[in-house]
């Protein structure tokens, strides 16, 4: 049973670029949920989904970013026009109905030049 | 505002030493509490804590919740130095932070041989 998958790993992007995260939960969850890491930080609540639903998004900045998890296929954290602050680790996880622990998944460490 | 604090943020040991890492905890409508382990990648999940005064227990490991003194500890006997890596707690609550984990800072733990 493969874990919480997450591509690419790694991603660089210069100013004002777009940068798209992508997270295929593990078999069976139906729930994913974004989280940000910066440098010294702990792990900050960016926004929770279900399948074509975004149940809480109250950590997501309110410009640039954006996120889906659609019917078919992994969801997307999609940052544009992205700046030198959006570096950092972006960590997804998923979990079946909420009551249940989070699994995360590798993170995908985003670099901005 | 919801917050997690962890105590000590860093804690070096010798292996065969044992550890207790300290997370408190302020959360509307408290739900859960979940310690993880965080290495060079992904979180993996520990623990999850639902219930005061009921002691999880995994090989080396151990923790228990105390909700009146809104805080709980991760025990870790017989360290070696695979167990060198950072421990996060983590809060969910109920309504409209379900789902959403609050995380802790982190300890970081480094067990020398």
């Known amino acids: 049973n493969a874990g919480v998958m997450q591509n690419p790993r790694h991603l660089v992007r210069r100013r004002g670029q777009e940068a798209r995260l992508r997270c295929s939960p593990m078999k069976g969850h139906s729930h994913v949920y974004w989280y940000r890491q910066l440098p010294e930080e702990g792990l900050k609540f960016m926004v929770y989904l279900q399948k074509e639903n975004i149940i809480d998004e109250s950590g997501m900045p309110k410009e640039r970013f954006s996120a889906e998890f659609p019917k078919e296929g992994p969801s997307i954290l999609r940052i544009q026009q992205v700046v030198r602050g959006d570096s950092a680790a972006y960590f997804c996880?998923?979990?079946?109905?909420?009551?249940?622990?989070?699994?995360f998944g590798p993170g995908t460490r985003l670099t901005v030049l | 505002e919801d917050k997690v604090v962890q105590s000590p943020l860093s804690l070096v040991v010798h292996e065969g030493d044992t550890v207790t890492l300290n997370c408190s905890y302020e959360?509307?409508?408290?739900?859960?509490l979940l310690w993880y382990k965080q290495e060079k990648k992904a979180p993996t999940f520990l623990f999850m804590l639902?219930?005061?005064?009921i002691e999880k227990k995994s090989g080396r490991l151990s923790s228990i919740l105390d909700k009146k003194e809104l805080s709980s500890i991760l025990n870790i006997t017989a360290t070696q130095t695979g167990d060198s890596a950072i421990y996060l707690c983590a809060v969910e609550g109920y309504g409209g932070s379900q789902g959403n984990l609050i995380f802790g800072k982190g300890t970081k733990l480094s067990v020398k041989p």
């Open positions: 959360v509307t409508n408290f739900r859960s």
């Open positions: 996880a998923s979990s079946p109905p909420v009551g249940h622990e989070q699994f």
């Open positions: 639902t219930s005061s005064g």
